[in-house]
C-alpha cells in the first residue's frame, strides 16, 4: 500500500547498556563536542564549562553520544525526522532533543 501523505510513525525503544569505562564515554563525548561545529559565542556557556560538565555526568555524556538518526540509515522510504534521547543512572535523568 502506498500512499502519497507520508506518516508520522513514533518508534519507541528502551536500551539498557553496561558501561564498563566511564572515562572512555566521557573522553569520547568530550571530544566530539570540541569536534562539533557550535558557534561558542552564541552559547551560555564556554567550551570548558560544557566539556567539564560532560566529564562529571555520564549520563549526559552518555546520552550526548547516542545517534538515534543512524538507526534509519539505508532504510528506503523513510526519513528521520527528530527524537529525544535520555539516559538515567542511579536515580540521575539526563535529556538531549535531537535536531529536527
Known amino acids: 500500500m502506498c500512499s502519497s501523505v507520508p506518516l508520522v510513525v513514533q518508534v519507541h525503544c528502551r536500551i539498557d547498556v553496561v558501561v564498563d569505562d566511564p572515562g572512555a564515554v566521557t573522553a569520547l563525548a568530550r571530544r566530539r563536542l570540541r ?32 545517534d538515534p538518526e543512524r538507526l534509519l540509515t539505508d532504510l528506503p522510504g523513510v526519513r528521520f525526522r527528530g527524537a529525544h534521547c535520555w539516559a538515567t543512572a542511579a536515580g540521575q535523568l539526563t535529556t538531549r532533543p535531537s535536531p529536527d
Open 35 to 66: 569536534e562539533a561545529d557550535i558557534d561558542w559565542t552564541n552559547e551560555p556557556d564556554t567550551i570548558e564549562e560544557a566539556t567539564a560538565e560532560v566529564a562529571a555526568d555520564l549520563p549526559l555524556a552518555l546520552a550526548g553520544l547516542v
